[in-house]
């Protein structure tokens, strides 16, 4: 997924009124300000309320679901062979949020001040901290992606990671 294919998902989105995040590899670079590697798909976090507009907007744009984990996830995946991994969160009113994980009753935690912005060639795009980056990157077997976005993180924001 080019940084221009990234833009356009984004936009779309905004334009139908949907708040998103991006969460993952793609999250990762935003923080730094540079593509640091290929991307093979976009994380986007979205209030679970406006899910019916992101799947509108986005099936008009030719994109169709793939994979559904739901509460949890899902995938869709559009034209060129873009994947989008979908994560709804519900809000509550301080600005936290939860993601249903695959343990009942264990949600995932996203703290208020985690929502940031980081940039994308130049456009300011929404997404998740460094530290919040970093608490998703815990509890499995890093793949060698994983490792350079951490090493990466850890150079740029002086954060001690789990690895």
């Known amino acids: 997924m080019s940084p221009d294919d990234a833009l ?11 708040e998103v995040w991006i969460a993952g590899g793609w999250g990762v670079d935003a923080l730094l300000g540079r593509q640091t590697r290929e991307h093979r798909d976009l994380d986007l976090l979205h209030r679970q309320e406006q899910e019916p507009a992101v799947l509108a907007a986005l099936a008009a744009a030719g994109y169709a679901e793939t994979l559904d984990w739901r509460p949890v996830r899902f995938v869709l995946s559009g034209p060129g062979g873009l994947d989008l991994d979908l994560h709804p969160l519900a809000f509550a009113p301080d600005g936290s949020a939860l993601q249903a994980s695959p343990e009942p009753g264990q949600p995932f935690v996203y703290p208020a001040a985690c929502f940031t912005t980081g940039t994308i060639d130049g456009v300011t ?11 998703f990157h815990q509890g499995y077997r890093p793949a060698e992606h994983d490792l350079a976005d951490m090493a990466a993180l850890r150079a740029a924001f002086d954060l001690a990671t789990h690895f």
Do not use: D, K, T, Y
């Open 125 to 135: 795009v929404p997404c998740i901290s460094a530290e919040q980056q970093n608490h």
């Open 8 to 18: 356009s998902v984004l936009s779309l989105l905004g334009e139908a009124g949907a």
